[in-house]
Each structure stands twice: as structure tokens, then as C-alpha cells.
């Protein structure tokens, strides 16, 4: 009776040793997630009493730490970048305003000469037209940022697009003197995309390759193991790995003076676009020469 007795007060002791550790621990938990909760810490929360319970609740409250922290950080960079979307647009929006506000002053003057009164004309309809496109192109971005933009996914002979897009930029190749390098395989390369979102995805590459190239562009379509293969490349004279980190960015410009033709808006559209369709858009810096490629896994 009496070995019955010192088991039992054993087994007691031990139960309320381990229950003063616990609730020891708990409170230590508490006190860690209330500093971390006020700023005046940002260590995860540690343990000394080992229990696997305890280590599993602890290890469940880090991981929503780290998912809290993520989040926070998402939603910073995403302020930032709404911010910084917000002043480029401003700025793009008011630099044609201011134009043809001005140039409409001056064209109420019935002082000006028939031949002023046409070029002033012309530099308002220029004004305008860009701010058209600015305007058509975010709104565009906009649409397809949104979750449920729908995309037509069918068979694609993906060679015959490319030669139908590129004969269209037949005048602006000219324009820019420009003899691109054009690589495109006779038999069909079939890709399942939507025809349409290819094309934009195209021409806004093939836009960008001639408004920034310095001398020449390459068209090159090729099949490999795991992907179809499209990189549009152009020669560059300004251009650092910072451009190249950002240039998928809303309104981004290399040209930081933003006094180009471009809205900064037709690569991230490409980039969505191609994101729709499960593909890709990266972008590479090699010396003086700046390769889009477009990935179709298959």
C-alpha cells in the first residue's frame, strides 16, 4: 500500500511538474507573439520546454508569421508600385493636356497665320492621339489584370501568325532602316494559346524592337525539347541590368526623362497577356543586345 502511495504521489508531482512548464511556456508564447504583435520585436516565436505539442503549435504560429509577413510585404510593394503607376500615369496624362491646352490658346489668336494655325493643328492632334493610346493602353492592362479576363485557348500554327504580324510592320521596318533577321521554320510549329492575345503579345515586342533598336532586329522561332521558343532581340545602346529588372514594370521607361513615344505600358501588357495564356515572357541582357523570348511549354 504504502509503494502504491509514493507511485501515485510520484506520478502526481510529475503531472503538475509538467503542467507548470506547460502553462510556464504558454504564457512565454504569449508574451513573444504580444511584443512581436506591438513592434517591439520581430523574433518568431521559440520554445524552451520541449513538448511535441508545444513544438507543433509553435511551429504552426512561425508559419503564419512568415505567411503574415509575406502578405505585408506583398501588399507594401504593391502600394508602392500603385504609387509609382499612379504619378507615371499623371505625368503622361498631363504632358499631352498641357500641349494642347497651350496649342488651343494659341490657335484662338486671329493673329496667326493660316500655315501656324495648321501646324498648331497638327501638334494638337499629335497631342491628342497620344494621349488616346495612354489611355486605351492602361485601360487595356487594367482588363487584363483582372482574375476572370477571358482568353480563347485553340490550336495555333504559330509560324503563320509571325509572318502574317510581321508583314504588316512592313513600313515601319522601312521607316527606321531596319532589315530584320528573320528565322522562322517552314513546317508548322503548333502551340494552344488565343490567337488574338499572341498577336498583341507580337506587335507589342515588335514595337518595342524598333523604337528602341540602335542597328538591327533578329526574329527567331524554334522548337525545343519541352517549349516553343520565340525571341524578338534588338541591339541597345542604354541599358543596364536595373532596366532590365524592371522592364515588365507599369509605365517603366528606360529613358527616365519620359519623353519617348512609348506609354511604358506595351511590355507589361505582353507579360500578362502571356502569363493568361500559361506561357511566359522573360527578358535578357547579353553585351549591347536585349533578347524577349516567349516560352510555350507543351
Not at 96 to 112: C, K, N, V
Not at 124 to 131: I, T
Not at 257 to 283: E, H
Request: hydrophobic share 40%.
Amino acid at each position: 500500500m504504502l509503494y502504491v502511495t509514493i507511485l501515485v504521489i510520484i506520478a502526481l508531482g510529475y503531472v503538475l511538474t509538467r503542467l507548470y512548464f506547460l502553462q510556464k511556456e504558454i504564457k512565454r508564447a504569449t508574451r513573444q507573439l504580444s511584443d512581436l504583435n506591438k513592434d517591439i520585436t520581430d523574433k518568431k516565436v521559440d520554445i524552451r520546454f520541449f513538448d511535441r505539442d508545444i513544438e507543433k503549435l509553435a511551429k504552426e504560429i512561425n508559419n503564419q508569421i512568415d505567411l503574415t509577413k509575406k502578405a505585408k510585404a506583398e501588399k507594401s510593394l504593391t502600394e508602392n508600385e500603385l504609387k509609382q503607376a499612379i504619378s507615371y500615369i499623371s505625368h503622361d496624362i498631363r504632358t499631352p493636356m498641357t500641349s494642347i491646352l497651350g496649342y488651343m490658346q494659341l490657335l484662338e489668336s486671329d493673329e496667326i497665320t493660316p500655315e501656324i494655325r495648321k501646324e498648331y493643328t497638327s501638334i494638337v492632334k499629335n497631342s491628342a492621339g497620344r494621349l488616346k493610346v495612354l489611355l486605351e493602353d492602361f485601360f487595356e492592362l487594367s482588363i487584363i489584370a483582372q482574375a476572370d479576363y477571358p482568353v480563347k485557348i485553340e490550336v495555333i500554327k504559330l509560324n503563320h501568325l509571325i509572318v502574317e504580324v510581321l508583314v504588316a510592320f512592313y513600313e515601319e521596318f522601312n521607316k527606321g532602316n531596319i532589315e530584320p533577321t528573320i528565322t522562322i521554320p517552314d513546317h508548322d510549329i503548333i502551340i494552344t494559346a488565343d490567337p488574338s492575345a499572341v498577336k498583341r503579345v507580337i506587335e507589342n515586342l515588335v514595337v518595342n524592337a524598333i523604337r528602341h533598336s540602335s542597328e538591327h532586329v533578329t526574329i527567331q522561332l524554334e522548337k525545343l525539347n519541352t517549349s516553343i521558343l520565340l525571341t524578338i532581340s534588338n541591339s541597345v545602346t542604354q541599358l543596364s541590368e536595373q532596366d532590365l529588372h524592371h522592364m515588365f514594370d507599369r509605365f517603366y521607361k528606360a529613358d527616365q526623362t519620359r519623353t519617348g513615344k512609348g506609354t511604358g505600358l506595351g511590355l507589361p501588357i505582353a507579360k500578362s497577356l502571356m502569363g493568361k495564356m500559361n506561357g511566359n515572357l522573360t527578358a535578357e541582357l547579353i553585351e549591347n543586345q536585349l533578347f524577349m523570348k516567349c516560352e510555350w511549354k507543351y
